[in-house]
């Protein structure tokens, strides 16, 4: 521990006294500091023990030393030490009143002890504190990197709680809680997502303080920090509000998850020394090299390439254990395409890498295999297990991003290696659709399920549809007959005179005519079924909504 004025007091070569504020001796001494002015608080930062020989004091003059006293309290000195034979032959009676007065310790110095002597003294205990820190800091590395190698992140986290006698928690880059120590501490955790999201929108390195005593946000391009959480559910028996320290992990611009440490105090120099080594540690096991990472894309795309390509049993052979066990059980294929106006691709906020880091996250978690790997410049495709974590991830993203998620994804129905090739082609209808109707997400079986109109909810689509009626729409508008609703009705009556004449209220002569005129006008026999099926398409379209403007 630091040096105290009690220390300094037992130092038996220093021989100083006490003559006041004998209550206050284990107070720490940051620095020793002598000066002579009436003043000399502008030049002091608090923790000091001020030495004085009272050159230019009226150390006689009560009121005087009273306002000196006041003054030097306020400033955040911890001690006065007068020198007993220079000026006065003791100390003067005002003085130690006044510093009774206000509860500050006063130490007389006698004549054959030099300020330097004390001064000395202060920093050989500073330097030896340091360095008993810096050494425990080590020994607390080491322990640290055995736990970290031998039982992963939660062993370290285990001694991290432990040395810093508080709790400590992983995050990911989602800001879900990876683990926690001690057990208890992961509902505490858990309350701080919110935080951790917010520490994950800024360049790593960054921290910030939350909870009791919260003061300082030391991030890069840091801001005022509140006090965002006062939850007083510690654990264990303390029933104390703590204080949270959050530190992001990763380098760069890309932030891999954080790391919670709660206390029921600010961090002393070995628990520090403790946190940065655990931010080291966890930073190595969660950031993948770039060589590795491009790697495995590599190995991702050549497996994705021999499924498309109906090499099923060789894509396992290349798989092998890093995707083998999701080309073992069904799975669905996935196509993420970023929207207009998107970061540049090798952003780290672009929303195709934002959506591959959620999708890896939640496959981490629930120890799942998910392959993801860019297709193209602004798509990325991703098998994943079928009803797994992965996607149910992504749905969830879809919709909680549904206005600014920057993506929109198309959805395989469940497939299997050997016919990964028809996934792909039902992600890419999806995903078609899914950027027609604007929305985040589309699944293949929403398309198979439900009516074909809303594919026809295209501007070309409804262009071709009004120009393949628009002579009979100019025949209809000049009065000479209803020639589009006759249309209407002898299709959908598949053809039968009598049931469409009936409904429109002619007779089937009338009708007949009328079909003659259609395909008079548009050049085009209706025993045709190709024409028929267009000509029926194009009123359901234009019925769908208004005609395209010409």
Not at 337 to 346: I, L, M, Y
Not at 355 to 379: C, F, I, K, M, N
Not at 484 to 511: C, E, I, K, M, N
Request: charged share 25%.
């Amino acid at each position: 521990m630091p040096p105290t004025l009690a220390s300094l007091v037992q130092h038996s070569a220093l021989n100083l006294t006490v003559r006041a504020g004998e209550d206050r001796l284990r107070t720490p001494v940051r620095w020793v500091h002598a000066s002579e002015l009436v003043d000399p608080v502008p030049y002091m930062e608090g923790g000091e023990l001020l030495l004085i020989t009272a050159t230019t004091l009226d150390a006689e003059d009560p009121e005087a030393m009273r306002r000196y006293v006041r003054r030097l309290t306020g400033a955040g000195v911890v001690g006065i030490g007068f020198a007993v034979g220079v000026n006065y032959e003791d100390v003067p009676e005002a003085l130690v009143a006044a510093a009774r007065e206000a509860g500050l310790p006063l130490l007389g110095v006698p004549r054959r002890t030099p300020f330097l002597a004390i001064s000395k003294a202060v920093s050989a205990a500073i330097a030896a504190d340091q360095y008993r820190a810096v050494t425990a800091g080590f020994e607390v590395q080491r322990e640290l990197t055995r736990a970290a190698l031998a039982d992963g992140p939660a062993a370290l986290l285990a001694r991290l709680a432990a040395h810093v006698d508080g709790w400590a928690a992983l995050y990911d880059a989602s800001g879900a809680v990876v683990a926690a120590a001690p057990d208890w501490a992961a509902r505490r955790a858990a309350r701080l997502t919110a935080e951790v999201r917010r520490l994950r929108e800024r360049p790593a390195p960054a921290s910030a303080v939350v909870g009791a005593g919260a003061a300082s946000d030391t991030g890069p391009d840091s801001e005022a920090d509140t006090d965002t959480d006062t939850d007083t559910d510690t654990g264990g028996d303390t029933g104390a509000e703590d204080r949270v320290e959050l530190q992001s992990l990763g380098t760069g611009r890309r932030v891999r998850g954080a790391l919670a440490v709660g206390t029921g105090a600010a961090l002393g120099t070995t628990e520090r020394y403790a946190v940065h080594s655990a931010i080291a540690l966890l930073t190595l096991t969660t950031e993948r090299s770039r060589t590795l990472q491009a790697a495995e894309q590599r190995l991702g795309a050549a497996v994705l390439r021999m499924l498309l390509s109906g090499q099923p049993d060789h894509a396992r052979a290349v798989a092998g254990d890093l995707y083998g066990e999701l080309l073992d059980a069904p799975f669905r294929l996935l196509i993420a395409e970023a929207t207009t106006g998107s970061a540049a691709p090798d952003a780290p906020d672009h929303p195709l890498h934002v959506l591959a880091e959620e999708l890896e996250a939640a496959a981490a978690r629930a120890g799942e295999s998910v392959l993801a790997v860019p297709d193209g410049d602004e798509r990325l495709a991703v098998l994943a297990a079928d009803g797994g974590a992965v996607v149910t991830a992504c749905e969830a993203y879809a919709l909680r991003e549904s206005d600014e998620a920057g993506v929109v994804i198309g959805l395989s129905a469940t497939t299997g290696p050997i016919a990964t090739a028809g996934a792909y082609k039902q992600a890419e209808q999806a995903l078609s659709v899914a950027r027609r109707r604007g929305r985040a997400l589309v699944e293949h079986e929403e398309l198979a399920t439900g009516s074909i109109l809303p594919l026809l909810a295209d501007d070309a689509v409804r262009a071709f549809a009004d120009g393949m009626l628009r002579a009979l729409r100019e025949h209809d508008a000049k009065g000479r007959g209803d020639l589009v609703a006759s249309l209407r009705a002898w299709l959908s009556h598949h053809g039968q005179w009598d049931a469409a004449a009936a409904d429109l209220g002619v007779h089937r002569h009338t009708l007949r005519y009328r079909m003659r005129r259609v395909e008079e006008i548009l050049g085009r026999s209706l025993d045709d079924a190709d024409v028929r099926m267009e000509l029926w398409l194009a009123l359901k379209t234009t019925a769908s909504g208004p005609p395209a403007t010409p």
